[in-house]
């Protein structure tokens, strides 16, 4: 937790904080840009919102949502390696985020941060790695379309891969379906 940790919990003291002025448009395209990434690593936040502000601007913003709750950071480490190798922290919507952008947003899809307790690290680390895929494709500019979770051919009853999306090729078109697959699944 930051040190000066004041989280806002209820949906009237979120908006009161945004209409007062205490966020900004930069502040609140990070919160929808993280949001849309469902979990998502500093650099991988960085790179998102680099035609609009800097890494080290990106940091700061990231550090100060984290105080009131509007982010939340992950800390997560490889079993036997903890001292040596330090992956980049992830950082998810707080409980304050997920409530601005439901209210604003109220027919997208974001992740309630209630929702990780039962996700665990395994769903962090997907997330962070389908993030790093889809944010290579981004830079790449070949990503066209993506969609989380989609419902493939109208049936509900398919197994759903964690992601879709078009991707531009020189021939044209082609649509792919991505997964991360872990060892717990079936």
């Known amino acids: 937790m930051p040190k000066k ?8 003291s979120v908006v009161e904080h945004f209409t007062r002025g205490r966020l900004d448009e930069k502040d609140f395209t990070l919160l929808k840009v993280l949001g849309d990434a469902i979990c998502a690593n500093e650099n991988q936040l960085r790179r998102y919102l680099l035609p609009i502000m800097s890494s080290s601007q990106t940091s700061l913003r990231l550090d100060r949502l984290r105080r009131n709750g509007f982010v939340e950071r992950w800390k997560i480490r490889i079993h036997g390696e903890e001292d040596s190798v ?16 439901k209210h604003y947003y109220n027919s997208d899809f974001f992740m309630d941060a209630n929702r990780w307790d039962s996700l665990g690290v395994g769903g962090i680390k997907r997330y962070v790695s ?7 494709m981004a830079e790449m500019n070949i990503l066209k379309k993506w969609k989380w979770n989609p419902i493939i051919a109208t049936n509900h009853q398919n197994n759903r891969p964690l992601g879709a999306a078009i991707i531009e090729f020189p021939q044209g078109q082609m649509n792919f379906l991505i997964d991360r697959v872990q060892g717990t699944q079936n």
């Open 5 to 12: 940790y004041y989280p806002y919990t209820n949906l009237e």
């Open 130 to 136: 389908m993030n790093e895929l889809r944010c290579l």
């Open 86 to 101: 330090k992956p980049p922290a992830p950082f998810t919507l707080g409980m304050a985020g997920f409530k601005l952008l």
